[in-house]
């Protein structure tokens, strides 16, 4: 079964940081691409980041403004999502997301629980 586990969220103070990991199994990690997203309260689910299987390519959505940072392990099935200078709107459940991925020969997306992080004073 596919399964991806996040963790790391939690309470950081305005301008701190936290690091986000989200270990996979039950498929072939190192052939796909991974994302993270996150859902603000009340607003849409909003897409952070993606990175290539390799890790060579990634792409950042045009708000995240240079503060997160995606990367993988793949020796340990493992996506971050580094995040600094963090602010209360970025309060939100993170998710870990796999948007292609083929099991039993067929193709379909994964999403993790998510994982709360909480920006307060």
């Known amino acids: 079964q596919v399964q991806l586990v996040e963790s790391g969220g939690g309470l950081v103070q305005p301008g701190g940081s936290l690091r986000l990991s989200c270990t996979a199994s039950?498929?072939?990690?190192?052939?796909?691409?991974m994302r993270w997203y996150r859902q603000i309260p009340g607003k849409e689910r909003d897409l952070i980041a993606q990175?290539?299987?390799?890790?060579?390519?990634?792409s950042y959505a045009n708000s995240m403004e240079g503060r997160f940072t995606i990367s993988r392990d793949n020796a340990k099935n493992t996506v971050y999502l580094q995040m600094n200078s963090l602010k209360p709107e970025d309060t939100a459940v993170y998710y870990c997301?796999?948007?292609?991925?083929?099991?039993?020969?067929?193709?379909?997306?994964?999403w993790g629980q998510g994982t709360q992080v909480t920006v307060s004073s």
């Open positions: 039950g498929f072939a990690f190192s052939n796909y691409h």
């Open positions: 997301n796999a948007p292609s991925v083929v099991v039993a020969g067929e193709r379909g997306a994964y």
């Open positions: 990175i290539s299987n390799t890790g060579t390519t990634i």
